[in-house]
């Protein structure tokens, strides 16, 4: 398909002894990588993360069988933590009840051993479902005797690049759940590539655990066609079931969680727009106007929906419904995301997936693209050392990975090789 946002991989093709060579070359490669992540992770196994507190406190209340909206959380703040930071409010919506509620039943610094393990095992997990998940079509292996082995090389180059960048290392430093999200985000990609429903709607769903993302992904399968329609239903009816139990506790608790996302906006430094990623960040930059979370959200949903309806409209009408048209439009979807989106840079784990759009890119889209990656690997220390040293502010690489979001959103829109491969319905 002749498209302007194929996902296609592909790895140089090899013989032989140089595929088994360059195999072997991969996987020392993601050994070290990720040992270095995990001894990064090791160092923080007696102080619980910044943000980890929140979900671990949150877990707490609702196993109380009571909401952590309001002067409930920060009441049981003070009771259950009596060291280190003490969460003020809980930002978070209802469906992340069930996540939370699995640290219940252990104490702040054994849940954050937990919590540690699973983000370290979500790293490799993410690399081998893009791996070993997508169909051949999207994957290296033409000119390669193995096959396996180029599958196998993928997996060790894109672990080895994800343990390396800076926001695997700063969510796993806080104890956020991004490298869950970046997780959600393979799981959707591949499933909607491989035609496997079951693994989309899960990824869809774990998006979910942060609105800011899974609603534009969701708003833009609604428009990729009946398939993505279909699936995107699927995933929110998982989530308003997840929205149940804490519903029940509390009938308020969906706008106890607006109100609660209305008062932590610039409730603190990390809030307000010098550490917001996307257009929020980028209008403070260059006018000084903070327009807000609210209206930084709008727009990125007018932008991922007109994208959504260009790329719609550019795919021919036999593809149109197609698995591998569904995840295109979900990848683009990510990009729109990491461009537009208020986040925090450590949510920029979602670069794990569109960076595989930099495949199949020629010309100024390969210049853009790789520009564009470039600023998002490790922007605070590219920041830092453009300041020469001198003060900078939280999240100091925010600016740059926006930029480079911006520009892999660019590159990805243009023109590129033509690929091979055709999926099932991802419906």
Not at 9 to 37: H, I
Not at 58 to 69: H, K, M, R, V
Not at 405 to 419: D, G, S
């Amino acid at each position: 398909m002749e498209g302007a946002h194929s996902v296609t991989l592909g790895l140089p093709g090899r013989s032989g002894r140089s595929e088994r060579l360059f195999a072997a070359l991969c996987l020392w490669l993601g050994l070290v990588a990720f040992g270095l992540v995990a001894l990064m992770a090791l160092e923080r196994w007696r102080e619980p993360g910044f943000d980890f507190r929140y979900f671990w406190l949150a877990g707490q209340i609702w196993a109380e069988g009571i909401s952590p909206y309001g002067s409930t959380f920060t009441d049981a703040g003070a009771r259950l933590i009596v060291e280190g930071h003490v969460p003020l409010i809980w930002p978070y919506p209802p469906n992340l009840w069930l996540p939370t509620l699995l640290l219940a039943p252990f104490d702040l610094l054994t849940g954050w051993h937990l919590w540690l393990c699973l983000n370290l095992a979500a790293l490799p997990a993410a690399s081998a479902i893009l791996a070993l998940g997508l169909p051949s079509g999207r994957m290296p292996g033409n000119g390669w005797q193995s096959p396996r082995l180029a599958r196998l090389c993928l997996f060790c180059l894109h672990l080895a690049l994800m343990a390396t960048i800076e926001t695997i290392q700063l969510s796993l430093y806080v104890g956020q759940i991004s490298v869950f999200i970046y997780l959600g985000a393979a799981l959707l990609v591949s499933g909607l590539a491989a035609g496997r429903g079951g693994r989309a709607v899960a990824g869809l769903a774990i998006l979910c655990l942060k609105p800011q993302i899974g609603a534009v992904v969701v708003l833009a399968l609604m428009i990729s066609g009946r398939g993505g329609l279909r699936l995107a239903v699927r995933a929110v009816a998982v989530c308003v079931l997840l929205t149940i139990p804490p519903t029940l506790a509390k009938p308020s608790a969906l706008l106890d969680w607006l109100h609660s996302v209305g008062s932590y906006d610039g409730v603190a430094s990390a809030n307000l727009p010098l550490a917001m990623s996307g257009i929020r960040h980028l209008v403070w930059a260059s006018a000084g106007l903070d327009i807000g979370n609210l209206a930084a959200m709008a727009t990125t949903l007018v932008v991922g929906a007109g994208l959504a309806l260009h790329l719609r409209r550019s795919i021919r009408a036999e593809e149109a419904d197609s698995g591998l048209a569904a995840a295109d439009q979900a990848v683009i979807a990510l990009l729109v995301v990491l461009a537009f989106a208020p986040l925090h840079i450590y949510d920029f784990t979602l670069f794990g997936m569109v960076v595989l759009t930099l495949a199949g890119s020629r010309g100024i889209g390969l210049t853009l693209g790789l520009l564009g990656a470039a600023l998002c690997l490790r922007p605070s220390d590219l920041q830092i050392w453009l300041e020469n040293g001198g003060p900078v502010s939280l999240f100091p690489g925010t600016t740059l990975a926006t930029w480079g979001a911006l520009f892999m959103l660019a590159a990805a829109l243009m023109p590129r090789r033509r690929t091979a491969g055709r999926g099932r319905n991802g419906g």
